[in-house]
């Protein structure tokens, strides 16, 4: 019903920048929610940044100031731009949308930040 497709991930030094992006398509009707999350290796799925279908936003205190959540609603695509890029930033990075009987995941992009 619902498909999320993450793309612009890859290997970047640190200090590097990367734009993610979230594509959804399907019966997105009653989305309110969007967000970002990432899993690192040996460690637990951690939200990121969230934006609501009203543009509000959340950032984890890890990438405050550094992070940016934006959202196209013409073309129903969420974006993730990622400045001065660290090593604990290193992770798989998985698109998600939430609202009223919706809870979906997109596959998930590898962000890889070392020198």
């Known amino acids: 019903q619902v498909q999320l497709v993450e793309s612009g991930g890859g290997l970047v030094q640190p200090g590097g920048s990367l734009r993610l992006s979230c594509a959804a398509s399907?019966?997105?009707?009653?989305?309110?929610?969007m967000g970002w999350y990432r899993q690192a290796p040996g460690k637990q799925r951690e939200p990121v940044a969230t934006i609501t279908s009203g543009g509000s936003t959340y950032y984890a205190d890890s990438v405050l100031g550094r992070f940016t959540i934006s959202g196209d609603n013409a073309k129903n695509t969420v974006y993730l731009q990622m400045n001065s890029l660290k090593p604990e930033d290193t992770a798989v990075y998985y698109c998600?949308?939430?609202?009223?009987?919706?809870?979906?995941w997109g596959q998930g992009t590898q962000v890889s930040v070392s020198s």
């Open positions: 998600n949308m939430r609202g009223t009987g919706l809870n979906y």
């Open positions: 399907g019966n997105i009707v009653s989305s309110r929610l």
